[in-house]
C-alpha cells in the first residue's frame, strides 16, 4: 500500500478531533469557575464581566477595548496565516452541520447514501424518508435548545439559568433569548445550510483582503494535476487535455465539497479550509500510488516548490501588536480594585451653615464590594480641618453587593480665602476595609465647598 493511500483522511481525522474538543471546550468554560468567578463571562443582569477567573464591574470596562483589539487582531493574524482555518476546524456554523447532514442524517439516519457525496439531497418524495427527516429535524431542535442554552451561559452564570427557567413568567427576556437563538439554529442549519458561510457570514469577506500569496489555505497543485480553468474562470473541461496531466477529473473533490465549489478553479471566498475535497482526492490518488492534488499549503508554496513562509512581515507584525495589546490587558487587569466607590455631592445645597459656625458638606457614597466575603467598611479625611460627622460607624457591605451612604462632614475652622465667593477646598477620601486579611483601599479626591467671608461674618 502506497504512503499516499495510508495518510488518506488523515485531515478528517484531525478535523473531527478539533470538533471535538472545540464542542467540550464551549461546553465546560461556563461551568469552570475559579475564586467563585467564572472564566469568562459578560453578565448584563449583574453587570459583570469575568476575565479568566477575575470580576470586573461595569465601571472596570476600560479593559473592554484592550479585549475586543485583542481579539480582532488575532482574527486578523490567524486569517493572514492560515485563511479561513476557524471555519472549516472550529466555526459552530460547521460544526452543527456536520452533526445534522454528517451524523444525524447520513450516519444515524441513513437518509443521505454517503458522506462523501454532498451535492445529492435525500429523495423526499419517499414517505420513509419523510419519516426520517421528521426524526433528524426532531433531534437538531432538541439539540438547538442544547447549544442556544450553552449560548446564552456566557451571558447569564449556568446556576442562575436553571433558577430563572423554573420562573420563566418573571424573566421572560431571557426565554424570548434562548427560543429565538433556537430557532435560529434550527433555520440556518436544517434550511439556510452553507449559504450563510457563503452569502451572510462577514468573515468571508474580510477574508480576501487579509490573504496574499503566502497564506496557507486549500490549494489544487495546478503544475501536477494540470490547468481546468482558464484565467478567467471559466471551465475548460472535466479532465485536462494536457499532457502528463495527473487529475483524473474523478470530480470527488466537488462532490465532497460542502460550499459547492471546484477547488481546483483556484482561491475562492466560499471556500472554508475544511479540506475535505483534500482527504477525497488523496484517497483517489492513493490508489493510483501518487500523492494528493489538494493540499493544504500556500499558492506561493505550489508555483515556487518553496517551503511556506509562516513567519514574514504582515504575520510578525500582527504578533508585535498583539503581545502589545496582551501587556495593556494585563496591566489593566492587574490595576483592578477591591472595592468601588463613587462619590457625588448632594443636590440639594452646597453647604449648610450651624448655629456655632460650623460648616457641613453632604455627600452620597456609593461603596461597592467586589469581593467573594463581606467586610465592613470605613474612611477618613486626609484633611485635619475638615472631619467626619456622618456615619460615625463602619458599614457592612456584604460581596458583590452596593451600599449607598449619606455622609456628612464639617469643619469649625474659618476655611474662607475669598470676601463674596464661595472656597473650594479639594480633600483626598481613604476608603477602606477594615476586617480584611489583605488591604482593601481606594483614594477618591473631591471638594469641600465653604461659605464667603461676608456670609459667615453675618453669623
Keep these: 500500500m502506497s504512503s499516499s493511500l495510508e ?39 449583574h453587570k459583570q464581566l469575568h476575565l479568566l477567573g477575575v470580576s470586573f464591574d461595569m465601571q472596570e470596562l476600560y479593559m473592554m477595548p484592550f479585549l475586543l483589539i485583542l481579539m480582532f487582531l488575532f482574527i486578523f493574524f490567524i486569517t493572514t496565516l492560515a485563511g479561513r482555518v476557524w471555519c472549516g476546524w472550529a466555526c ?27 451535492q445529492i439531497e435525500p429523495d423526499m418524495s419517499l414517505g420513509i424518508n419523510k419519516l426520517k427527516k421528521a426524526i433528524a429535524l426532531f433531534i437538531w431542535v432538541v439539540l438547538s435548545f442544547l447549544a442556544a442554552s450553552n449560548f446564552m451561559w456566557y451571558f447569564v452564570p449556568p446556576a442562575d439559568f436553571f433558577a430563572y427557567l423554573k420562573e420563566p413568567l418573571e424573566h421572560e427576556y431571557l426565554l424570548i433569548f434562548l427560543i429565538g437563538i433556537a430557532i435560529f439554529l434550527i433555520a440556518d442549519i436544517v434550511w439556510i445550510k452553507e449559504n450563510f458561510c457563503i452569502y451572510m457570514c462577514p468573515y468571508s469577506r474580510v477574508q480576501s483582503v487579509l490573504y496574499d500569496n503566502d497564506t496557507i489555505m486549500t490549494v489544487y497543485d495546478y503544475k501536477r494535476g494540470g490547468a481546468v480553468f482558464d484565467p478567467k ?32 478553479k483556484g482561491m475562492q471566498l ?110 477618613e479625611i486626609e484633611n485635619e480641618n475638615i472631619k467626619i460627622k456622618r456615619p460615625l460607624k463602619p458599614f457592612k457591605v456584604e460581596p458583590g453587593e452596593k451600599s449607598k451612604q449619606v455622609v456628612v462632614l464639617y469643619t469649625d475652622t474659618n476655611l474662607s480665602q475669598e470676601d463674596k465667593k464661595d472656597t473650594a477646598i479639594p480633600i483626598k477620601i481613604r476608603a477602606y476595609a477594615l476586617d480584611s486579611k489583605e488591604k482593601i483601599e ?11 467671608k461676608e456670609v459667615m461674618d453675618k453669623k
Design 442 to 452: 481606594v483614594e477618591r479626591t473631591s471638594v469641600f465647598i465653604y461659605p464667603p
Design 92 to 118: 459552530p456554523q460547521t460544526i452543527f452541520r456536520v452533526i445534522y447532514r454528517d451524523l444525524i442524517e447520513t450516519k444515524l439516519l441513513k437518509l443521505r447514501k454517503r458522506r462523501e457525496n454532498k
Design 233 to 264: 474562470g471559466i471551465k475548460m473541461w472535466k479532465k485536462p487535455e494536457i499532457a502528463n496531466a495527473e487529475c483524473t477529473g474523478c470530480e470527488a473533490c466537488v462532490k465532497i465539497c460542502p460550499t459547492h465549489i471546484d477547488i481546483r
Design 7 to 45: 495518510k488518506m483522511s488523515i485531515y478528517f481525522k484531525k478535523r473531527y478531533v478539533m470538533y471535538f474538543i472545540t464542542t467540550i471546550v464551549v461546553f465546560c468554560v461556563p461551568f469552570i469557575q475559579i475564586n467563585g468567578n467564572q472564566i469568562f463571562l459578560l453578565s448584563f443582569d
Design 270 to 379: 466560499e471556500c472554508i479550509n475544511c479540506l475535505e475535497c483534500a482527504d477525497a482526492c488523496t484517497k483517489v490518488m492513493g490508489k493510483l500510488g501518487k500523492e494528493t492534488l489538494i493540499s493544504w499549503t500556500s499558492p506561493q508554496s505550489i508555483d515556487t516548490r518553496d517551503k511556506v513562509k509562516y513567519f514574514r512581515f504582515k504575520t510578525v507584525a500582527y504578533l508585535v501588536v498583539m503581545l502589545i495589546a496582551f501587556v495593556g490587558l494585563v496591566f489593566m487587569g492587574s490595576g483592578k480594585e477591591n472595592m468601588l466607590l463613587n462619590i457625588n455631592r448632594d443636590q440639594g445645597s452646597l453647604y449648610t451653615i450651624r448655629d456655632n459656625k460650623n460648616v457641613e458638606n453632604a455627600y452620597i457614597f456609593l461603596v461597592q464590594n467586589t469581593n467573594q466575603e463581606a467586610y465592613k467598611f470605613y474612611f
